[in-house]
């Protein structure tokens, strides 16, 4: 894989979903392209295979991005921080 090469991390459903996953890589400090169906778009649809929205990131950020989506879905992210929080996840 060449360093240029960007990668299918993620297909979500709406821009605010991928909106929310952008800004937690961008963080990071991992670049990130978002890439929607035009049409989709322009009549306002967020479902179905119009609304997808698919995440990429560059091959060589492949591994610390999965780790780090991986991360904010075990709710092991601190939101206020916008890092790894050292704590265990609450287990209300």
Known sequence: MS????????NVS??????ILRG??????????LSRESAGRAIGLSVGPL???????RAENLWEAQRVLSDYRSGLFDEEEGSI????????
């Open 24 to 33: 937690l890589l961008e963080a990071q400090g991992i670049p990130v392209l």
């Open 51 to 57: 609304g997808e929205v698919v995440i990429l990131v």
């Open 85 to 92: 929080s050292d704590d265990e996840p609450d287990s209300d």
């Open 3 to 10: 360093n240029d090469e960007w990668i299918v991390i993620e």
């Open 14 to 19: 709406g821009d605010l979903q991928a909106e």
